[in-house]
């Protein structure tokens, strides 16, 4: 009897403390959901769109930036539907996008998601070294403007920063399950947020005082300083940085993973879905706005790199050292999920390898840890080669761009949509079934001449600038 009363407890605990699945409860609601969203997308591709909004102007940068902002809440919900398989209410938990995309696509088609989702992450890694560096050097150019006058020489190479940068994420690299330590959230949302609105306050600030720069209805003029090929060029390649700024596919199962089962996940995601990508889209009309108001053509490429504002030559110094901290621990969150997946793989092929398994433990005065030879080479490894991409091309607005154009159709239109037809068995050919296809191919447009276009701006820079020998 004692032992039917403590069985019967037991379960009565689990109920409480496991999900349906067997897995730790969840607690996650709308507004928690929402909060993650925002941190996501806040990042420093918002600083980019100011640039983006001068080469698109008032009419068609606030026009693509709502119809960019409508496409993703419908498609988001489109893969909110897709977390339980077959489903969506009361289906079996796909635990990440690419299960998702397995359950209801079949195998060809989870590597195709691999490939795009792993390669954009990789590429982001890239990206935040070139951020990172591109801050640094602005912290210290601000400096030397403010010792020298405005128009003394102030540039320096990235070289240096993207090295100690790279030595950096080495040593963080080899921290086990870095990404689950949960400080590394509230920084990040916090320090995004501080540069947005710095930079959005100072170029507030110049439009206030009157020293705002025309602006016009179709961006920027085509004249002596800009060709009509390169205002086409840079019409692609701004709408690639808009992608970007839209983007938080790879880890939206990541959120619904933290909400509570009832109501709904689905129904839960959807309104924060709503929620998220209206405050975004807001804070993304208001950073965009009011930098290409205060800078009008000659808007640069990052607001608070590219010195519009030369003081307070602190807060400027403020601005960047937030976003040096953000990528900081950014470059982990995301390189993490592609250190796991290579090491697991590894496992798997070479599960009795003591090079590939086996743990060392090490004590250096009181601190004891652990390290791992594969995890030390094959990290460090990846690292060093990243940090090399970025120091052989340190273009900001044009990486951003090419990074939005590779993500931006695969992740955000084409797989939730076949993954939806194929939930509600669409038939073939149907008015439903021709409406999506024709936003997937229109979408699959807009990515490839924002990825063209960005190419085309990298090639430009590279041939101006000796490989490994830029200067910011």
């Not at 709503?274 to 993304?284: K, P, Q, S």
């Given at each position: 009897?004692?032992?039917?009363?403590?069985?019967?407890?037991?379960?009565?605990?689990?109920?409480?403390?496991?999900?349906?699945?067997?897995?730790?409860?969840?607690?996650?609601?709308?507004?928690?959901?929402?909060?993650?969203?925002?941190?996501?997308?806040?990042?420093?591709?918002?600083?980019?769109?100011?640039?983006?909004?001068?080469?698109?102007?008032?009419?068609?940068?606030?026009?693509?930036?709502?119809?960019?902002?409508?496409?993703?809440?419908?498609?988001?919900?489109?893969?909110?539907?897709?977390?339980?398989?077959?489903?969506?209410?009361?289906?079996?938990?796909?635990?990440?996008?690419?299960?998702?995309?397995?359950?209801?696509?079949?195998?060809?088609?989870?590597?195709?998601?691999?490939?795009?989702?792993?390669?954009?992450?990789?590429?982001?890694?890239?990206?935040?070294?070139?951020?990172?560096?591109?801050?640094?050097?602005?912290?210290?150019?601000?400096?030397?403007?403010?010792?020298?006058?405005?128009?003394?020489?102030?540039?320096?190479?990235?070289?240096?920063?993207?090295?100690?940068?790279?030595?950096?994420?080495?040593?963080?690299?080899?921290?086990?399950?870095?990404?689950?330590?949960?400080?590394?959230?509230?920084?990040?949302?916090?320090?995004?947020?501080?540069?947005?609105?710095?930079?959005?306050?100072?170029?507030?600030?110049?439009?206030?005082?009157?020293?705002?720069?025309?602006?016009?209805?179709?961006?920027?003029?085509?004249?002596?300083?800009?060709?009509?090929?390169?205002?086409?060029?840079?019409?692609?390649?701004?709408?690639?940085?808009?992608?970007?700024?839209?983007?938080?596919?790879?880890?939206?199962?990541?959120?619904?993973?933290?909400?509570?089962?009832?109501?709904?996940?689905?129904?839960?995601?959807?309104?924060?879905?709503?929620?998220?990508?209206?405050?975004?889209?807001?804070?993304?009309?208001?950073?965009?706005?009011?930098?290409?108001?205060?800078?009008?053509?000659?808007?640069?490429?990052?607001?608070?790199?590219?010195?519009?504002?030369?003081?307070?030559?602190?807060?400027?110094?403020?601005?960047?050292v937030f976003i040096v901290t953000h990528m900081v621990g950014a470059y982990q969150v995301l390189a993490q999920p592609l250190f796991r997946i290579i090491e697991m793989g590894a496992n798997m092929v070479?599960?009795?390898?003591?090079?590939?398994?086996?743990?060392?433990?090490?004590?250096?005065?009181?601190?004891?840890?652990?390290?791992?030879?594969?995890?030390?080479?094959?990290?460090?490894?990846?690292?060093?080669?990243?940090?090399?991409?970025?120091?052989?091309?340190?273009?900001?607005?044009?990486?951003?761009?090419?990074?939005?154009?590779?993500?931006?159709?695969?992740?955000?239109?084409?797989?939730?949509?076949?993954?939806?037809?194929?939930?509600?068995?669409?038939?073939?050919?149907?008015?439903?079934?021709?409406?999506?296809?024709?936003?997937?191919?229109?979408?699959?447009?807009?990515?490839?001449?924002?990825?063209?276009?960005?190419?085309?701006?990298?090639?430009?820079?590279?041939?101006k600038y000796k490989l490994f020998m830029y200067k910011q």
């Amino acid at each position: 009897m004692d032992t039917e009363d403590s069985k019967s407890v037991s379960r009565r605990d689990s109920s409480v403390e496991l999900d349906d699945d067997g897995r730790i409860k969840r607690t996650g609601n709308v507004m928690t959901a929402t909060t993650h969203i925002v941190t996501v997308v806040v990042g420093a591709g918002v600083l980019a769109l100011a640039w983006a909004m001068a080469q698109l102007g008032w009419l068609a940068g606030i026009t693509i930036m709502i119809i960019f902002a409508c496409i993703s809440i419908y498609t988001y919900n489109l893969i909110a539907d897709c977390y339980r398989y077959p489903h969506p209410l009361n289906g079996k938990r796909n635990y990440t996008y690419m299960q998702a995309v397995h359950a209801y696509l079949g195998g060809a088609m989870h590597v195709f998601c691999g490939l795009v989702q792993y390669g954009k992450l990789a590429g982001i890694t890239v990206g935040y070294t070139i951020t990172t560096s591109t801050s640094l050097v602005a912290i210290k150019k601000a400096i030397c403007f403010h010792k020298r006058g405005h128009g003394a020489y102030c540039k320096f190479s990235n070289n240096p920063f993207m090295i100690g940068f790279g030595i950096l994420q080495i040593l963080l690299s080899q921290i086990p399950n870095f990404h689950k330590l949960t400080w590394l959230s509230t920084i990040a949302a916090i320090t995004s947020f501080g540069y947005a609105f710095i930079g959005s306050g100072l170029s507030l600030a110049v439009v206030v005082s009157g020293k705002g720069k025309t602006t016009r209805i179709f961006g920027t003029k085509v004249g002596p300083e800009v060709s009509e090929a390169d205002k086409v060029w840079r019409v692609f390649s701004a709408l690639g940085n808009i992608a970007l700024a839209c983007s938080y596919a790879t880890v939206v199962y990541d959120i619904m993973d933290t909400l509570k089962s009832y109501p709904p996940e689905c129904k839960q995601m959807k309104k924060a879905n709503l929620l998220g990508i209206t405050a975004m889209t807001i804070l993304f009309l208001l950073c965009g706005g009011l930098g290409y108001a205060a800078f009008g053509d000659h808007t640069p490429g990052n607001i608070l790199t590219g010195f519009g504002f030369y003081e307070p030559f602190w807060l400027v110094a403020l601005g960047n050292v937030f976003i040096v901290t953000h990528m900081v621990g950014a470059y982990q969150v995301l390189a993490q999920p592609l250190f796991r997946i290579i090491e697991m793989g590894a496992n798997m092929v070479w599960p009795r390898s003591d090079f590939i398994n086996r743990e060392y433990p090490t004590k250096l005065g009181s601190l004891t840890f652990s390290f791992n030879l594969f995890r030390l080479i094959w990290r460090t490894i990846y690292v060093v080669v990243a940090t090399i991409i970025a120091m052989a091309m340190p273009f900001f607005n044009e990486f951003l761009a090419l990074l939005g154009a590779i993500g931006f159709w695969p992740l955000i239109v084409f797989f939730p949509i076949q993954m939806h037809i194929a939930q509600k068995q669409i038939k073939r050919f149907s008015l439903k079934w021709c409406l999506l296809q024709l936003l997937s191919f229109v979408c699959f447009l807009v990515s490839v001449v924002a990825a063209v276009g960005s190419i085309r701006g990298i090639s430009k820079n590279i041939k101006k600038y000796k490989l490994f020998m830029y200067k910011q």
